[in-house]
């Protein structure tokens, strides 16, 4: 999707009821319930067969208008907000999973995911098998008729690793299974998930679309194309065999669990929205920028950055994402108090967590994000103590390379 297509269906959505002060935001609607005339329309409502809002925790006028947005711009069946990325993820599988099933995945995954998936679901007996993505016979051996889904990140964090969308795709299709994707690290303005067959998508609308981090949300994104007549779980649940997933989340999941996104947040993430393309490509351009001088560093011991032609998914990742995969990398140097001293001594580029922030922000994963996982299990998943990520944001990549040389000087 080019940027003028993306404004365009962005831009030229209206909200469903006219505003009677003829606002051209969205208002926020900070009502937790919603009068009704009479009895009737009320059950009607509750039934759902009018499509008006009786509870701030199930629908939201101002929440709503976010998730038609984001359907325009996506094409999606279904788009459900929710109040962080992880409850997108634990939504989308509390939906998708069953007692005695299983996913398949890699074990290079964001640390809370690979905690939700080890620890969370396996109390509920869901199993997780953990695959190398880039061995299709492997994954191909790994899916069952107990399969629940294939899980990929599409890049991973903080690993940098790619893997072929098309190929497990087919492979996860070919075997009745519906492909589930975390796509937050390349935001739908520049990918377009449908097209590399992956069925849901799950993002972590706290980093681009927030815009500045200002807030946290989370979005569950069904294209509906996969036939869930093949899910043991969501055969039965609707007439309309690719509508199952969506209706069993809008109508139980989301309802249950409590995790909807507010409508201050909603707003935020709307004009956020207005604004995520043009600040994408500011910061995946300088991203390269930085990818491309941090590898001529003598300090530097490597650099993690698919954009780079000397990244082993370099080919992979042109097909999918083009020539700027994303506005983040990851760099090493020759030991871990060599990154805890290089980051204390950055004064631009901050010492925070979050991803896409306006502001460039840095951390160091093995002791933060990972601090709990055992030394072998980062070892297993390739998260190295001598490894720093780093989230580009909006400074000019000039003062960017000035604070990352200096720093360096002190080592």
């Not at 377009?192 to 706290?206: N, R």
């Not at 500045?212 to 996969?226: A, P």
């Not at 631009?348 to 840095?362: H, K, P, Q, V």
């Not at 299990?377 to 990549?397: H, N, P």
């Amino acid at each position: 999707m080019t940027n003028k297509e993306y404004e365009a269906k962005l831009l030229a959505l209206r909200y469903p009821k006219p505003d009677g002060y003829g606002s051209l935001s969205m208002p926020i609607y900070n009502s937790l319930a919603f009068e009704f005339e009479t009895a009737e329309s009320m059950e009607l409502a509750f039934s759902g067969a009018i499509d008006d809002h009786v509870y701030s925790r199930v629908t939201n006028p101002t929440v709503q208008h976010f998730e038609d947005r984001v359907r325009a711009i996506t094409g999606a069946y279904g788009v459900t907000a929710l109040n962080s990325g992880m409850a997108a993820i634990s939504n989308t599988f509390f939906t998708l999973a069953w007692s005695g099933c299983n996913i398949v995945t890699s074990n290079k995954l964001f640390g809370n995911t690979y905690s939700f998936f080890v620890n969370t679901l396996r109390d509920f007996g869901v199993e997780t098998r953990f695959v190398d993505l880039k061995d299709f016979a492997a994954v191909e051996l790994a899916i069952d008729k107990n399969t629940c889904a294939l899980f990929a990140e599409i890049i991973t964090n903080p690993q940098m690793e790619i893997v072929d969308l098309n190929k497990l795709s087919e492979i996860a299709h070919r075997n009745k299974v519906p492909f589930v994707a975390d796509t937050t690290l390349i935001p739908f303005s520049s990918f377009t998930s449908s097209q590399f067959g992956i069925d849901i998508d799950v993002i972590s609308s706290t980093k681009y679309i927030s815009g500045g981090g200002t807030s946290l949300g989370g979005l569950i994104i069904d294209y509906g194309k996969f036939d869930w007549s093949y899910s043991p779980k969501l055969k039965t649940v609707s007439d309309n065999s690719f509508s199952s997933f969506n209706y069993k989340l809008r109508k139980e999941i989301h309802r249950n669990i409590g995790a909807y996104m507010t409508p201050q947040t909603a707003y935020m993430q709307s004009l956020g929205l207005e604004s995520m393309g043009v600040r994408y490509e500011r910061q995946s351009k300088t991203c390269k920028q930085l990818a491309l001088m941090l590898r001529e560093l003598p300090e530097v011991a490597s650099v993690g950055y698919p954009g780079l032609d000397t990244h082993s998914d370099y080919l992979i990742s042109l097909s999918q994402f083009g020539d700027t995969p994303g506005a983040m990398l990851i760099f090493d140097l020759q030991s871990k108090d060599k990154c805890f001293e290089f980051i204390k001594h950055l004064k631009l580029i901050r010492r925070a967590t979050n991803l896409f922030d306006n502001r460039s922000l840095i951390l160091h994963p093995a002791s933060t994000i990972y601090v709990g996982f055992s030394k072998q299990q980062r070892a297993e998943m390739d998260v190295r103590d001598t490894s720093m990520r780093l989230s580009v944001g909006l400074e000019d990549v000039d003062s960017l390379i000035e604070d990352i040389k200096k720093a360096l000087e002190y080592l």
